[in-house]
């Protein structure tokens, strides 16, 4: 999460949920943000909804700037017959 310029602005404490169907939710993890920039990185998981809880809050208000979520994309071969 990139917080550009709301450097005073951030979540010092967060988690992470993804979920396949958006109603049963595994977390992947809590993870510590800082003010400019603030990576989580988890093991690869299958999801097709993904959900951030602030869990801690850092300045008046909170803002993300850019959010990118970067992973392996799922691929189906197709075996045809000899």
């Not at 005073?8 to 003010?35: C, H, M, R």
């Not at 801690?56 to 799922?74: N, Q, V």
Request: proline letters at 1%.
């Amino acid at each position: 999460m990139n917080h550009g310029r709301s450097k005073n602005d951030y979540a010092p404490k967060y988690k992470i949920e993804t979920s396949l169907n958006g109603k049963d939710w595994q977390s992947v993890g809590e993870f510590k943000g800082t003010a400019k920039l603030s990576i989580a990185r988890f093991k690869d998981t299958e999801a097709k909804f993904i959900r951030l809880s602030i869990l801690e809050k850092k300045g008046g208000y909170w803002s993300i700037h850019e959010l990118d979520i970067t992973g392996k994309e799922k691929t189906q071969k197709t075996v045809s017959s000899l």
